[in-house]
């Protein structure tokens, strides 16, 4: 489905990114994890068309998508909800701007997800979790072979975190729509995710691929199993390798 062959990209002096490939599968969910600074959402930006890269390609089913924007689904850290409009108008926005809008698909999802009540509501009467939820149907309804996700839960509680979580996990595995996932929590990788990438500092490049070998459905009492600890521990160990001097410019 997608694949990222040996990209790379600079902002003048800066290798932010460096021989990165990898491939993401119909259907499959996978996440990234790596330092802070070493060019996640750079790399998000890229296959989002927004910048362009120096060197490799991104494909999508094939087809060369380099600064092609609108072909993935994106959703970011906070949700973005224009105050200004309702909830069903926030959801419709992307489609409405390739003029291809359906509100009825729109209600539906909103519906779908326990929002029925907040539909013509506007995001200030709802909660972040809720808000967030909003942002995820945005990038859902917008019918994108892949979303990307980028930190979409970092800000928030950890108990809204956590529901957060379980509920991606239960529309993910309704409707398998490949997911590329960001985030600096090993543990939120390794609940959700089939197949997590670690990043290397900067210039990025895939340290690691670990395979998580947990059943689906997954259930919570995987984070307390020996196996999820110890691939917990192993991650851990990646990344530490890698905090080195990533602060340096
Ligand atoms: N448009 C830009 N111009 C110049 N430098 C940039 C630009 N965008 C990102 N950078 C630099 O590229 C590096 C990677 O940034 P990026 O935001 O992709 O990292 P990240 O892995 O997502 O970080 P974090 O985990 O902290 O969110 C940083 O040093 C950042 O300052």
Excluded at 3 to 29: C, M, P, R
Excluded at 142 to 147: E, Y
Excluded at 232 to 239: D, E, I, N, P, V
């Amino acid at each position: 489905m997608l694949s990222i062959q040996n990209i790379a990209k600079s902002f003048d002096a800066l290798k932010v990114l460096d021989q990165l490939s990898f491939d993401v599968k119909d259907g499959e969910f996978v996440a990234i994890v790596g330092p802070s600074g070493s060019g996640k959402s750079t790399l998000f930006q890229l296959i989002g068309g927004v910048s362009p890269i120096d060197q490799g390609a991104i494909l999508l089913n094939g087809e060369d998508i380099q600064q092609k924007k609108g072909t993935i689904g994106y959703m970011p850290q906070q949700p973005c909800l224009l105050p200004w409009r309702t909830i069903v108008e926030n959801v419709t926005l992307v489609e409405e701007l390739q003029h291809k809008s359906n509100v009825e698909r729109a209600k539906e999802w909103l519906e779908k997800v326990g929002l029925a009540s907040f539909i013509h509501a506007y995001p200030n009467e709802l909660s972040g979790g809720m808000q967030q939820r909003v942002s995820f149907i945005r990038a859902m309804v917008s019918d994108k072979p892949i979303l990307c996700l980028d930190e979409p839960f970092s800000a928030m509680d950890e108990f809204t975190r956590l529901e957060m979580q379980a509920w991606l996990l239960s529309i993910w595995e309704e409707y398998r729509k490949s997911i590329l996932f960001v985030t600096h929590s090993i543990e939120e990788a390794l609940f959700l995710a089939d197949r997590i990438l670690v990043l290397t500092k900067r210039p990025a490049t895939v340290k690691k691929e670990i395979i998580v070998p947990f059943e689906r459905p997954r259930k919570e009492e995987i984070r307390h199993s020996a196996a999820f600890t110890a691939l917990k521990q192993q991650l851990f160990m990646y990344l530490q390798e890698e905090k080195g001097d990533m602060y340096v410019d």
